[in-house]
């Protein structure tokens, strides 16, 4: 009676660990821009989006006109012998 039953056991053991690997792993893709499409905070999202993007445009254009000045500052000293390599 043992024996059947280990034997029973050891068989759904064996054919249920076989089921696994048959399935193997499976895949699934999707469209992001349709789940985007319809979500409904997606406009609240994308507006927020551009005006972050907006200022961050701002941002960098003031730091490059800051360092544009710098440099122009430097090549007029430069040209003006007024630049010295030592620092007082």
């Known amino acids: 009676m043992k024996l059947k ?3 029973v056991a050891l068989l759904i053991l064996i054919n249920g660990w076989n089921i696994g690997y048959e399935q193997g792993m499976k895949v699934g893709y999707t469209n992001a821009e349709l ?3 319809y979500m409904p905070e997606s406009p609240r999202l994308e507006r927020s989006l551009q005006e972050f993007q907006k200022s961050l445009a701002q941002t960098i254009q003031i730091k490059q006109n800051y360092a ?3 440099y122009n500052e430097y090549l007029h000293l430069k040209e003006t012998n007024l630049l010295s390599l030592e620092e007082d």
């Open 5 to 7: 039953f280990v034997l």
């Open 35 to 37: 789940v985007l499409a």
């Open 68 to 70: 544009q000045s710098k």
